[in-house]
């Protein structure tokens, strides 16, 4: 199993650019959410999903847009990047079935700079 | 509301120190909290779960009810254990809510 990966692993953005980053997890979990990680702020919820199709909005949402159309993938879209944007973004999967009872899965992160 | 509270940013002990990374929460309910570790480079993993009531690389964590704490301990620091810790309080959906994370330094 690859886990949960995230591509690309770095982006450099101007100030109004929109982009996706993506997402995907190979071990049919119900649950995935995406976090952003800043210093000294730990890392906040931005979506998450309880499974194909149900989306809902985290602590930090504006700016960003989440889908999921499929169980395996939840992309991430901002919609106009502005430079308060600029972080390590975090994706993650979990699963409430017995045994995997709320343990996250975190892909290897996204490092977006916006100028 | 819900909170996890991580009041260090940053522990420095030398190898061989016992170790102790704070964390309090607020839960209205039976909590459910995650210690998660990232060492440098690489992804952040689970370190331990307080229903586990398990050990791990050697650290534990006791939930206190009354103190509203989870906090991190190891008797003897190594060096490999220098890395990032967030304590993290589980919330429904999926969704956990994290502290803002303890550096760890352990010095030879």
Redesign the interface.
């Known amino acids: 199993n690859a886990g949960v990966t995230q591509t690309p692993k770095f982006q450099v953005l101007k100030t109004g650019q929109s982009m996706t980053l993506q997402c995907a997890q190979d071990m049919n979990h119900?649950?995935?959410?995406w976090?952003r990680q800043d210093p000294?702020?730990?890392?906040?919820?931005i979506h998450?999903s309880?499974g194909a199709g149900i989306t809902?909005q985290?602590e930090v949402p504006n700016g960003y847009n989440v889908s999921r159309s499929t169980t395996e993938d939840f992309p991430l879209r901002l919609l106009s990047a502005a430079p308060s944007q600029t972080s390590v973004y975090?994706c993650?999967s979990?699963s409430?079935r017995q045994g995997l009872?709320?343990?996250?899965y975190?892909?290897?992160?996204t490092r977006l700079t916006v100028t | 509301a819900q909170r996890v509270t991580q009041p260090e940013k940053l522990l420095s002990v030398f190898k061989g120190a016992p170790v102790e990374l704070k964390c309090n929460y607020s839960y209205s309910g039976s909590p459910e909290l995650f210690w998660y570790v990232q060492y440098s480079r690489q992804r952040l993993q689970l370190l331990l779960r307080h229903i586990s009531r398990e050990s791990i690389k050697g650290f534990t964590a006791d939930l206190n009810k009354g103190e509203t704490s989870f906090h991190l301990k190891k008797p003897f620091a190594q060096e490999e254990d220098s890395a990032m810790y967030y304590c993290a309080l589980y919330n429904q959906g999926g969704k956990l809510i994290f502290g803002q994370g303890t550096e760890l330094s352990v010095k030879p």
């Not at chain 1, 119900?30 to 959410?33: A, K, P, Q, R, T």
């Not at chain 1, 009872?101 to 996250?104: A, D, I, K, N």
């Open positions: 119900e649950y995935m959410s976090y000294g702020m730990g890392l906040r919820l998450y309880v809902d985290g975090f993650a979990s409430p009872r709320y343990e996250q975190f892909g290897p992160g």
